[in-house]
């Protein structure tokens, strides 16, 4: 993530701030205001654990709704201390735990580019942001969370390593990548002259695209079926074959894809 001198904040958000929801949900809201209102931006999102998503509405800042989720029960967080002081032989009759159900959260903004990360691994955070509408997007979660977008136009990073991916009233471009979750792309417009990159694994992808897209798409399963309502031109290749001799190791690496074109072809889908 980039650093620098920041206009913003590094916000902690503790148990004196929180607003307890339950015994295990805590909600926080920020308004972050931005250096150049009115201007295009960009948003930034890393977490290790929790959902993430982004709505783009007519306004001029950006819009933090974070809620935290202890990640076990407080009848397991029980069972766990009793049984690692056990080892030790400590005697916890009679006390009362005081718990932290505080969680941190770091948001910084400078120059329109907002930033939000998280480095809990053992509390889910999920995020709720508005953005404006011409914001572009790079956002990431690991585990235990999916990824939402709706209404925004930029150019999109997106990625998720077990969960789904949505991206619905999207404009402009997107690469995206899940691993154990489901892809879904529709798009209200296409950047022109821009490549773009999908890629799953063991769900599916599910790509909607304007009528008069032009594009020349590259596709590829290991193990399942292609299917298109498009009026696509399939294009006749043979085996793409890449060579390399890097650190004086000779190596060839040989790869099948189906080609067609969308509207005679265009930027690489």
């Known amino acids: 993530m980039k650093r620098g001198n920041l206009k913003y904040l590094v916000l902690l958000i503790g148990i004196i701030t929180s607003v307890q929801l339950s015994a295990q949900q805590y909600e926080e809201k920020l308004v972050v205001p931005l250096s150049k209102p009115g201007e295009k931006g960009s948003l ?3 977490l290790i654990m929790g959902s993430i998503k982004v709505e783009g509405y007519n306004g001029k800042e950006v819009i933090v ?5 202890d990640r076990y029960n407080e009848e397991g ?25 505080g969680f ?11 930033e939000i ?9 999920d995020l709720e942001i508005k953005v404006p509408i011409n914001f572009s997007l790079e956002l990431g979660t690991v585990n235990n969370g999916d990824i939402y977008v709706s209404n925004v136009d930029g150019n999109h990073e997106i990625s998720n390593v077990n969960g789904d991916i949505e991206m619905y009233a999207i404009s402009g ?11 879904v792309m529709e798009f209200d417009r296409v950047a022109p002259n821009t490549p773009m990159a999908f890629a799953g694994m063991n769900k599916n992808i599910d790509l909607t695209l304007p ?3 032009k594009a020349t798409l590259k596709m590829d399963s290991k193990m399942g079926e292609i299917y298109t309502d498009f009026d696509a031109e399939l294009v006749k290749s043979g085996p793409e074959v890449n060579k390399s001799t890097k650190s004086g190791i000779y190596k060839v690496s040989v790869s099948q894809s189906v080609t067609a074109k969308l509207n005679g072809g265009g930027p690489e889908i």
Request: aromatic share 2%; no cysteine.
């Open 173 to 183: 471009s997107v690469v995206a990548s899940t691993v154990n979750g489901k892809l």
């Open 117 to 125: 990360s998280s480095d809990h691994f053992n509390k889910r955070i």
């Open 44 to 46: 930034e999102v890393g």
């Open 104 to 114: 941190e959260l770091d948001i910084e903004e400078k120059d329109n580019h907002v």
């Open 77 to 101: 967080k029980r069972e766990r201390t009793q049984e690692r002081h056990s080892d030790n032989k400590t005697d916890l009759t009679g006390l009362k735990k005081i718990s932290s159900n």
């Open 65 to 69: 709704t974070a809620k935290a989720f």
């Open 211 to 213: 009528a008069d897209t």
